[in-house]
Nanobody, 127 residues
Framework: QVRPVESGGGLVQAGASLRLSCLFS????????VGWFRQAPGKEREFVAA????????FYAESVNGRFTISKNKLQNTMWLQMNSLKSEDTGVYFC????????????????????WGQGTQVTVSS
């Protein structure tokens, strides 16, 4: 089992930057990829970005591509999300997640691919 824990959320003004962190504990060697999702009030949880755990491949939602950067350090069991040029529509609770521990092909950008979720960290961008 993998246990993700997020940190780094806060209240910022539009145009500012924020960096989220996610620390994974447990069976992290079984991760194939890890990702970030977010959920705005009254909306469904949506994909933000994902990164290969054992490689360098990344994948971004169109809404954040070019503004957000996902990275990770396997030795530290940590993943980050650098968020630049924040907009009010980026407001929400941000979750980090790890996928099911199996060999089934799973899309990185689908919520159903992820089995392990953190408790979330609030990001609020004021306009």
């Amino acid at each position: 089992q993998v246990r993700p824990v997020e940190s780094g959320g806060g209240l910022v003004q539009a145009g500012a930057s924020l960096r989220l962190s996610c620390l994974f504990s447990g069976r992290t060697f079984s991760n194939r990829f890890v990702g970030w999702f977010r959920q705005a009030p009254g909306k469904e949880r949506e994909f933000v970005a994902a990164i290969s755990w054992h490689g360098d491949a990344t994948f971004y939602a169109e809404s954040v591509n070019g503004r957000f950067t996902i990275s990770k350090n396997k030795l530290q069991n940590t993943m980050w999300l650098q968020m630049n040029s924040l907009k009010s529509e980026d407001t929400g609770v941000y979750f980090c997640a790890a996928p099911y521990d199996d060999t089934k092909a799973r899309p990185w950008n689908e919520r159903s691919s992820y089995a392990y979720w953190g408790q979330g960290t609030q990001v609020t961008v004021s306009s």
